[in-house]
C-alpha cells in the first residue's frame, strides 16, 4: 500500500496550485465565510456572483469541474483521485467551483439517467452554468424520508407537483430543483417514489427565505402547487426514486472540504505562534498544545479517510459505508475545530467579522455557529451511526 501521491498526481497538484494563484477573485476568499463541514455560511447559497460564474465557466472550459466524469459526457477523463485533489485545493484556499451539479446531480445522472437526460443536462452541468438545489427534506420527513408527502401525478407527458420542501440550501439562487416526490401513494415509499428536475422558473413554485443561525439566508422553504414537470425529466425509472437517493446522498456525505480544514487549522496554530497571554505565547501553553495536537491528528485521520474513498472510486468500488464515517467523521470533527479555536483564543474569538478586534477575521465566530449545521445536513450524525451499525457491522436494524 502506497500512501504517496504519484508523479503524475504531483504534478497535477501543482498545476492545479498554480492556476487557482492566478485565478483567485480579488478578495473572494475574505469575504466567503464558509467554514469547513458547514453549510451555512456558503457564500454561494447567498447571492449569485457574475465574478463566481465566470470562474466556474473558466473551469468548465477546462474541464475541472467534472474531471472524472467519462470523456463521452464532456468530463474530464481523470481519476477520481485527482478529482479529490482539486477540491482540497479549491477548499484550502477559499475558492468557488464544485457544487450540489456536479457532484450529486451529475454523478447521479450519469449513473442512473436515460441517454435523452444525460445528453440534455450533462453538458450544462460540464459547463459549470447550471446550479440546482435538493428538495428532499419537508416539514415532517427529515430524517425519516420515507415520510415525504410531496405529490407528482402523471398527466399525460408531466408529472403535476403539489407539496412542501424545507431547508432548502441555495433554492433562491438556483436554476433547478433535484427533488423526490411520492408518485405512486398506494405503494411504500421505497417503491412509489420518484427523483426528478424540475426548472425553479415553473408556474406554481413559492419561496420563502429561512435565515439561518448565523444571521444569513441560506435556507428556503419551498412551495409547489400543481407545478407541471416534463416526465422525461425523471431520473432513471419512475418509482425508483427512493433508491436513486440513497445513492445521491452518499454523493453528498463524500463531499469534503479536506482543504478548508487544514486551513483553519493553519490559521490557528499560527495564531498561537504569534500571540502571548500573561507573557507567554500561547503555543508554548502545555493545554494549547494537547489541543492542536489531537486536531492535527484528526484531520490526518479524515485525509486518509478522504483519499481512501477517491481511490475506491478510481477502483470501481462503491464507498458506501466509507461515505457515512467520513461524514460522521469530519462533521464532529468541524464542530471539534471551531470549538478548539473558542477556547485557545478566548472571549474576544466571538467576534463577529468586521469587528477590528475579531482574531482570524472573526472566522471562528461564524464557524462555532455554523458548525453546528455539519452534524445536522445529509443525515444526522445519529443517522450516520444508524447506517454505520446496520451497513457496516451488520447488525441487525431496529
Ligand atoms: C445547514 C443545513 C442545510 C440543509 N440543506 C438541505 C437541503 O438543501 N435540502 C434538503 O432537502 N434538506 C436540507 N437540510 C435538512 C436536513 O437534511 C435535515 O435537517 C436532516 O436530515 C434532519 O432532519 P430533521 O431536521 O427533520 O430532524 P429530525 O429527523 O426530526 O431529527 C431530530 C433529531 O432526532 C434524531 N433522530 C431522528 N431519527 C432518528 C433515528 N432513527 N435514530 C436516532 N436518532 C434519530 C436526529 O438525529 C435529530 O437529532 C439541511 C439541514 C441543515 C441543518
Redesign the pocket.
Known sequence: MDFHFNEAEKKFRAEVEEFILEEMLPGYADKDLYWPG???AIGEFEVRDPAVEKLREKMGERGWLTMAWPKEYGGGGRSFVEQAIFFELLSYYGMPGMDVSTLISGPTILRFGSEELKSEWIPRIVKGNLKF?????EPN????LAAIQARADIDGDDLIVNGQ???????HVADCGWMVARTDMAAPPYKGTSLFIVDNKSPGITMRPIV?INGFH??NEVFFDNVRVPKKNVVGDMNMGFYYLMVALDFERLVISMGGFRRRFEDLLNYTRNTRRNGKLLSEDARVRAKLAQLATEIEIAFLLYYKTAWMMDNNLFPNIEASEIKLVTTLLSRKLADAGMEIMGQQAQLWPGSRHAPLSGRFAVGYLDSI?AV????????QR?ILAQRGLGLKRK
Open positions: 458547514g453549510y451555512g438545489w435538493l428538495a428532499y427534506s420527513a427529515g430524517s425519516d420542501k424545507i431547508w432548502g440550501s441555495g433554492a439561518n441560506s435556507f449545521s445536522i445536513g445529509a443525515g444526522t450524525s445519529e443517522i444508524n
